[in-house]
């Protein structure tokens, strides 16, 4: 059966030869459609012209989310990055809110939160990347919500502390399990020893919040075969110090700053690294070059004495300060 193609049809055809971009191919094979004559004779070609409008459209929806947000990463700042995760409306932007410098929505309603939000809060002299997460539940979870447990260095655990206790082991378990199914396992510490590949070891502290509630103690002792808990309220500023502490030192980091020969120290940025980090370890942080260069150290703190030369395999300590002397 002959096909009749109309001029509009054919003028279309040549729009879409000369298209560049989908838009323009999108536009013409439109037209194509809605003037090819409709009979037996075109089905083949009606169907082709579909397909290929279907296929332009996939296209651009597919690169359109490409345009938006990326989720499943948080650039790391500081000296280490902590996710807030907790079921729904435990009380994590709260928490981001009194700990940083971040402005999250707190909401008295569950899913509050639907992207991740990054802040920074200030222990002493360093500076902690707290990210608050959107809720974790059997229910509904982000699936990019798995890859940011699994990139942090720590995992806050916001529990409410005015669930029975009964509730907040539940909630605990099912958050262990979901998380397990994403190969994510909670621990007290990361081990240093070899890493099953497929499973990433995040190290935990539970926030029991709503701490201005009245006696949280049992709910604590129960909890605390889990993984070591802090009470606090964002409300009344419980336990908030503790807290950062505890982040801190569950961060398994220490802090070293840098003087030059002769002069007083530099206190006021210090260099952050991993405990057990030697004293080579520091002069590598502080400029790869210096290592080559490198004639002795000397350290104050863990030295037995101040200013004691020590040997590059010297182990560090937290707030030690090292004199780097090069060739
Ligand atoms: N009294 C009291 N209220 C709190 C405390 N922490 C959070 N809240 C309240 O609990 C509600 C939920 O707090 P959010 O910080 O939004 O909870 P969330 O975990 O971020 O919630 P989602 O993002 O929806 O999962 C808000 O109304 C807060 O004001 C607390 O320690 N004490
Ligand atoms: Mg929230």
Redo the contacts with the bound molecule.
């Keep these: 059966m002959p096909a009749n193609l109309t001029a509009d049809f054919l003028k279309a055809r040549k729009e879409l030869r000369a298209a560049k971009d989908p838009q323009a191919k999108l536009a013409a094979l439109e037209k194509m459609l809605a003037t090819i004559p409709k009979h037996k004779g075109t089905d083949h070609m009606q169907a082709d012209i579909k397909r290929r409008i279907a296929k332009l459209k996939e296209e651009d929806t597919k690169s359109s989310h490409h345009k938006g947000p990326q989720l499943d990463h948080i650039e790391r700042e500081g000296a280490g990055q902590v996710v807030l995760l ?1 079921p ?7 928490l981001l809110a009194a700990l940083t410098n971040a402005h999250p929505e ?3 309603y ?4 639907v992207i991740p939000l990054p802040g920074m809060m200030l222990y002493e002299d360093v500076q902690i990347q707290l990210v ?1 997460l ?2 974790i539940s059997a229910e509904f979870s982000e699936s990019w919500l798995y890859s940011l447990v699994r990139q942090a260095d720590l995992c806050a655990l ?1 529990l409410d502390g005015s669930k029975q206790v009964e509730e907040l082991a539940d909630d605990v378990e099912e958050i262990i399990l979901l998380l397990e199914e994403h190969h994510v396992r909670l621990v007290q510490r990361r081990e240093s020893t070899e890493e099953d590949m497929r499973v990433r070891d995040v190290p935990c502290r539970i926030v029991l ?5 009245g006696d949280l103690a049992a709910r604590v002792e129960e909890l605390s075969d889990l993984f070591p808990v802090i009470v ?4 009344d500023g419980t336990g908030l110090d503790a807290l950062r502490e505890e982040i801190f030192l569950a961060l398994d980091v220490i802090r070293v700053y840098t003087k030059l020969p002769g002069k007083a120290a530099d206190m006021v940025e210090p260099y952050v690294l991993p405990a057990g980090s030697t004293a080579l370890d520091a002069v590598r942080t502080v400029h790869r070059d210096f290592v080559d260069r490198l004639k002795y150290i000397r350290v104050w703190g863990s030295g037995r004495f101040d200013g004691q030369q020590v040997p590059s395999t010297h182990t560090l300590a937290d707030r030690d300060i090292i004199e780097i002397h090069l060739s």
Excluded: E, L
Aim: hydrophobic fraction near 20%.
């Design positions: 907790g729904p409306n435990s009380g994590k932007s709260s707190v909401a008295d569950p899913y509050s939160t608050d959107p809720p916001a919040t709503r701490g201005d509630f606090v309220s964002p409300v």
